[in-house]
């Protein structure tokens, strides 16, 4: 097993500092780490380098726990740089928050500080373009884009709503239906959960979305035109139930899950779970994890690199998908 296991996870360079709920970006050969809680700083982690440079900070006022941040693709005009939006983190009550920044490779060195200075930096949005009212709880939010134009941004978060986001003016959609979340027996609500789009033969179906969390499982069809929800119930493997606050990544219409915490009995796993999109099936996978984890964060890059607290660790299952 211990051969196996060496196979499988390969521990990567400590990250340099601590992070709890991160967020992370995939950008060619760069895994982007923004922030987390208690921690506003931001760095770049070189894949190839196996090093880490820092990018930037958010604000000193910008205070968040299980923010969400996504790659702004209608704006998208150059490849060598990326739009992202960085919302939620706050609970009910509390001011929101929402950033862009527009990022460029900080690995790359450049003779012209002016080209850059407009690059690399998180910009504040003023309260007309905030995501999020004051009543809302967008702790441990999760948001993905989609619409026939990749043009809408979908958020799901506690207790139980959905929302649609105009990202062209970023306004909410109004006149929406059935935005309300059907959820399980569970205490915490929908909150820290796995939210991702269907896929079908590795191709993306709009406006289709798979949602887990604790005792919930929900397929999430979207009619862009009426403007309305249509839910299907999903399968929850028996072992998840109560769990949330797990990282997860999409590979070949498989789900896979990593780690989480049970908020009804306080547990943490090590633990690994697929799911099949095609079947709706679970399978516990057969590896396990080097610790228990939660709050982490996983990305796909020709393997999966999960990140948690101080630590990365690359797990090898593309080669194997169907069979790990």
């Given at each position: 097993?211990?051969?196996?296991?060496?196979?499988?996870?390969?521990?990567?360079?400590?990250?340099?500092?601590?992070?709890?709920?991160?967020?992370?970006?995939?950008?060619?050969?760069?895994?982007?780490?923004?922030?987390?809680?208690?921690?506003?700083?931001?760095?770049?982690?070189?894949?190839?380098?196996?090093?880490?440079?820092?990018?930037?900070?958010?604000?000193?006022?910008?205070?968040?726990?299980?923010?969400?941040?996504?790659?702004?693709?209608?704006?998208?005009?150059?490849?060598?740089?990326?739009?992202?939006?960085?919302?939620?983190?706050?609970?009910?009550?509390?001011?929101?928050?929402?950033?862009?920044?527009?990022?460029?490779?900080?690995?790359?060195?450049?003779?012209?500080?002016?080209?850059?200075?407009?690059?690399?930096?998180?910009?504040?949005?003023?309260?007309?373009?905030?995501?999020?009212?004051?009543?809302?709880?967008?702790?441990?939010?999760?948001?993905?884009?989609?619409?026939?134009?990749?043009?809408?941004?979908?958020?799901?978060?506690?207790?139980?709503?959905?929302?649609?986001?105009?990202?062209?003016?970023?306004?909410?959609?109004?006149g929406i239906k059935d935005n309300i979340?059907?959820?399980?027996?569970?205490?915490?609500?929908?909150?820290?959960?796995?939210?991702?789009?269907?896929?079908?033969?590795?191709?993306?179906?709009?406006?289709?979305?798979?949602?887990?969390?604790?005792?919930?499982?929900?397929?999430?069809?979207?009619?862009?035109?009426?403007?309305?929800?249509?839910y299907e119930k999903l399968p929850i493997?028996?072992?998840?139930?109560?769990?949330?606050?797990?990282?997860?990544?999409?590979?070949?219409?498989?789900?896979?899950?990593?780690?989480?915490?049970?908020?009804?009995?306080?547990?943490?796993?090590?633990?690994?779970?697929?799911?099949?999109?095609?079947?709706?099936?679970?399978?516990?996978?057969k590896f396990i994890l080097p610790m228990?984890?939660?709050?982490?964060?996983?990305?796909?890059?020709?393997?999966?690199?999960?990140?948690?607290?101080?630590?990365?660790?690359?797990?090898?299952?593309?080669?194997?998908?169907?069979?790990?």
């Amino acid at each position: 097993m211990s051969t196996q296991l060496n196979n499988i996870f390969q521990t990567l360079p400590e990250l340099p500092k601590p992070f709890t709920t991160p967020q992370c970006i995939l950008f060619k050969d760069e895994l982007l780490v923004c922030g987390g809680y208690q921690l506003n700083d931001c760095y770049s982690y070189h894949t190839l380098k196996k090093q880490y440079k820092y990018i930037c900070s958010y604000p000193n006022d910008a205070k968040f726990n299980g923010h969400c941040i996504v790659q702004l693709i209608h704006s998208q005009t150059n490849s060598n740089e990326i739009h992202l939006l960085s919302f939620g983190g706050q609970n009910k009550n509390k001011i929101k928050q929402t950033f862009s920044m527009k990022y460029k490779n900080v690995w790359e060195s450049s003779d012209s500080k002016s080209e850059y200075q407009s690059f690399n930096t998180w910009i504040k949005h003023n309260q007309d373009t905030n995501i999020g009212k004051l009543e809302d709880d967008l702790e441990g939010v999760r948001g993905l884009i989609g619409g026939m134009n990749n043009d809408l941004l979908f958020i799901t978060h506690f207790p139980k709503k959905i929302e649609v986001i105009d990202l062209k003016t970023m306004k909410p959609l109004t006149g929406i239906k059935d935005n309300i979340i059907p959820k399980g027996n569970h205490i915490l609500g929908i909150s820290y959960h796995c939210f991702v789009p269907l896929t079908m033969n590795n191709e993306k179906l709009i406006n289709h979305f798979i949602l887990f969390c604790q005792n919930t499982g929900l397929l999430i069809k979207y009619d862009e035109q009426n403007k309305t929800f249509h839910y299907e119930k999903l399968p929850i493997y028996p072992a998840l139930n109560g769990f949330a606050f797990y990282s997860f990544v999409c590979l070949y219409d498989f789900i896979f899950l990593f780690g989480g915490y049970n908020g009804n009995t306080s547990q943490r796993t090590k633990n690994m779970y697929k799911y099949s999109m095609k079947e709706k099936t679970w399978n516990e996978c057969k590896f396990i994890l080097p610790m228990e984890i939660d709050e982490s964060f996983a990305i796909l890059k020709n393997a999966c690199d999960c990140k948690c607290r101080s630590t990365i660790w690359k797990i090898r299952i593309i080669e194997n998908a169907k069979d790990i």
